[in-house]
């Protein structure tokens, strides 16, 4: 069956980095753009970003972007999030999301979902 797994979310303070892992298996990983989200209670789900399939193309949301790199690796089935200079604002479940077909910013294209990590960022 299809499965991502998330993991690599804990306690860091403000100003340092984690790196989430994402492991997929059951479908064609090297098909699928993968992206990054995160929940909050008081935002709700925001995309992070995306990773095409090929790995050629990258794109972050304004609120990451410069922060995180998102990266993959498709002999392995899996995608990366290194994230620097974190912010109390960062703190989030961050989840990875597997979008067949396109690399769009619609949650509701994706197919299928992991079921995500926390991230706390505080002193």
């Known amino acids: 069956q299809v499965q991502l797994v998330e993991s690599g979310g804990g306690l860091v303070q403000p100003g340092g980095s984690l790196r989430l892992s994402c492991a997929a298996s059951g479908f064609t990983f090297s098909s699928s753009a993968m992206h990054w989200l995160r929940r909050t209670p008081g935002k709700g789900l925001e995309w992070v970003s995306v990773i095409t399939a090929d790995g050629l193309s990258t794109r972050y949301s304004n609120s990451v972007s410069g922060r995180f790199t998102i990266s993959r690796d498709n002999d392995k089935n899996m995608v990366f999030l290194k994230m620097n200079e974190l912010k109390p604002e960062d703190t989030a479940v961050y989840y990875c999301?597997?979008?067949?077909?396109?690399?769009?910013?619609?949650?509701?294209?994706?197919?299928?979902w992991g079921q995500g990590t926390q991230v706390t960022v505080s002193s």
């Open positions: 999301a597997a979008q067949d077909g396109g690399a769009t910013m619609n949650a509701a294209d994706y197919e299928y």
